[in-house]
């Protein structure tokens, strides 16, 4: 089973508008300029998402936001919801990010609310997971993205609405990575759990990126790895050559 490389962005709380247009612009001349294999998929703030799905049009690139509620519509100020979110021009929402884990307190069991409304809204998302330092130092990296998984993906998951993004949060923004053995491991025991969840066609249907400090001299070394199936980029992603550098040196 063919599973088709994801190439995504995760501009997080960057950009204003000339920024993200700017971004997005250079992103569809770079994916026109050759012909591609992997998808793409940009998830900037909620604030450009129109502008950069303007930016985008004609261009193979997926629209992401980074978050939604997951009520339809109501009193929940300063939330956005999934409707809202297709209705920009979303076909993605990133869920249960480390940073809205840490920063907003957001439990495995309302991350996997939140992925339910949005697959019911028609919105795939990218659930991700990952083990802090302490964890990891304590032999608890397995463990802990197994009960993420367990906890945070809905039953009604499928490889078509879902993919995964393994984190591990000491590796965001660091410039540290994990051995590829490490990061192979955990998307082998990750896509165990799958199975055991979803069922063994859909775990091997499903998705599973790496995310943490990839850079275009890293991205080889992850994307070859036999279940890793794409990289959630932080950082590189704000700039649009070593973005398309991670995709071109991962051979898509
Ligand atoms: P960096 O690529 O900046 O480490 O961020 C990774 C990340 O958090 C993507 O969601």
């Known amino acids: 089973m063919a599973r088709k490389m994801l190439i995504a962005g995760n501009w997080k709380m960057n950009g204003l508008m000339a920024d993200g247009v700017a971004l997005a612009t250079e992103i569809k001349t770079a994916v026109k300029s050759k012909k591609r294999t992997c998808e793409f998929l940009v998830c900037p703030p909620f604030t450009l998402l129109t502008s950069v799905k303007k930016a985008l049009r004609g261009v193979k690139v997926a629209l ?5 509620h997951f009520n339809e519509k109501g009193a929940h100020t300063g939330d956005v919801s999934p409707l809202m979110l297709v209705d920009a021009g979303c076909s993605y929402v990133i869920l249960g990010h480390s940073e809205r884990r840490a920063d907003h307190g957001e439990s495995n069991e309302l991350v996997c609310q939140k992925a339910e409304a949005a697959n019911k809204a028609g919105l795939k998302t990218v659930i991700c997971i990952g083990e802090t330092l302490e964890q990891r130092d304590a032999g608890k990296t397995i463990d802990v993205c197994s009960k993420q998984v367990m906890g945070s993906v809905p039953e009604g998951a499928t490889a078509q609405n879902t993919v995964i993004a393994y984190e591990p949060v000491w590796a965001i923004g660091t410039g540290k990575t994990p051995t590829a053995q490490d990061v192979e491991d955990v998307h082998a025991a990750v896509r165990k759990v799958l199975a055991k969840k979803l069922g063994k066609a859909q775990a091997n249907k499903m998705r599973i990126l790496y995310g943490g400090s990839v850079k275009p001299s890293n991205a080889k070394e992850f994307l070859s790895l036999p279940d890793v199936d794409g990289a959630l980029i932080g ?14 040196n991962a051979g898509c």
Do not use: E, R, Y
Request: hydrophobic share 45%; charged share 20%; glycine share 10%.
């Open 64 to 68: 992401g936001a980074q978050d939604c």
């Open 235 to 248: 950082g590189a992603s704000l700039k649009s050559v070593d973005f398309m550098a991670i995709a071109d």
